[in-house]
């Protein structure tokens, strides 16, 4: 099985399940004139965590790591109009997009967006969130996910992206974002707050998966 083939698999169920969103494009299309990496959740990834939010009538989501605010559209359209999503970006230039990409979606009533690091603003925040993504520097994970057990309340759900990475996670030598899989990994295995599963994915992103974990 090859990348393009699982790409051609992403694209056959986008177009049936996911028809062009003249919004979520625009705000692709925005990041990506600005420069921004495209490491954005695909677009039937964003679907995911937009229907896992409804599934669990999410009031309150957090979001660690916001890029260009495509993830953050997803999820603040799950929300009920009185709902609020708050999303961490340490830098500036894309904060400046997510921001606009935000406006430009009608959504600035919904979402706040904290510029700067994420464990500098997680203390300042107060919970409880229904639900949390955890998507941003992957060293950080275990803090993140500390911080995601504080704020947060039983039935609430944690997601954290980009767990497997092509397999690097089984690497015990592997580079420090994988490291901060494998450590999260212990972490959950005695932590009995949660209950977690890890999820691997195929598609237009390559190989690599979640961790869904549901607060006890
Ligand atoms: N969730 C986004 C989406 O799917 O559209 C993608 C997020 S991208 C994978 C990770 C983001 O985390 C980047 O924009 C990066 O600047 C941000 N980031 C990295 N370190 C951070 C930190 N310490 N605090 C907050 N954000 C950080």
Known sequence: MS??????????????LMPADPILDAALAAS???????????????????????????RR?????????????????????????????????????ARANIAMAGLDGVVRLHEGKALDTLPTLRGPF?????????????DYF?????????GSVIIVDNV?????????????????????AEMLATEPRVSATALQTVGGKGWDGFILAVVN
Request: hydrophobic fraction near 50%; glycine fraction near 6%.
């Open 3 to 16: 990348k393009a083939l699982w790409a051609d698999v992403d694209s056959y169920f986008a177009a049936a």
């Open 130 to 142: 229904d639900f949390v993504f955890i998507d941003a520097d992957k060293p950080s994970n275990p």
């Open 32 to 58: 990506a004139a600005a420069g921004l990496p495209a490491i954005n959740v695909a677009p039937n990834q964003g679907k995911l965590l937009h229907l896992m939010a409804r599934m669990c009538g999410a």
């Open 61 to 97: 989501i957090l979001e660690i790591g916001t890029l260009g605010a495509y993830s953050t559209l997803w999820l603040a359209r799950a929300l009920p109009a009185d709902g609020q999503l708050v999303t961490l970006e340490a830098d500036p230039a894309h904060a400046k997009v």
């Open 146 to 154: 500390a911080w995601a057990l504080k704020l947060t309340r039983p």
């Open 164 to 184: 497997v990475r092509d397999g690097k996670v089984l690497d015990p030598e592997a580079e420090a974002k994988v490291q901060g899989v494998r450590r999260l």
